[in-house]
C-alpha cells in the first residue's frame, strides 16, 4: 500500500519562507510517477482548498489564484517526492497543509503565519 508523508511545515512570521516535502513509499509508490499530484489545503475552520497541481513529469503546473506568484510546486520522481515552496507567506497562508494523488493522502503538516 502506497503512502504519502508530509513534513517541512511549523510557525514562521509574515514574508518568511517553508518548504513543505511530500514523501511516497510502499508498494507500488512507483506508480506515483505516472500521476498528477496535487497540494491542498485547510484553514482553521474552514473548507480544504486546492493549492497547486503538478502533472506527471513535472512540465505543468496550476496555482489557485491567492498564492500564484508565491508559491512553486515541483516533484522529483526518483525520490518519489513532492514539494510545496512557500515565499512571502502571509497569515492567511495559516493552514495544515496535505498532499494528495488519486485518492491517496498524508495526513497533512501544519504551517502557522504570524504576524
Known amino acids: 500500500q502506497v503512502q504519502l508523508v508530509e513534513s517541512g511545515g511549523g510557525l514562521v512570521q509574515s514574508g518568511e519562507s517553508l518548504k513543505l516535502s511530500c514523501v511516497g513509499s510502499?508498494?507500488?509508490?512507483?506508480?506515483?510517477?505516472?500521476?498528477?499530484m496535487n497540494w491542498y489545503r485547510q484553514p482553521p475552520g474552514k473548507e480544504r482548498e486546492l493549492v497547486a497541481t503538478?502533472?506527471?513529469?513535472?512540465?505543468?503546473?496550476t496555482y489557485s489564484d491567492s498564492v500564484k506568484g508565491r508559491f512553486t510546486i515541483s516533484r522529483d520522481n526518483a525520490k518519489r517526492t513532492l514539494y510545496l515552496q512557500m515565499n512571502g507567506l502571509r497569515v492567511e497562508d495559516t493552514a495544515v497543509y496535505s498532499c494528495?494523488?488519486?485518492?491517496?493522502w498524508g495526513r497533512g503538516t501544519q504551517v502557522i503565519v504570524s504576524s
Open positions: 510502499g508498494s507500488p509508490s512507483h506508480l506515483l510517477s505516472r500521476v498528477s
Open positions: 503538478i502533472n506527471n513529469d513535472g512540465t505543468k503546473t
Open positions: 494528495n494523488a488519486l485518492n491517496l
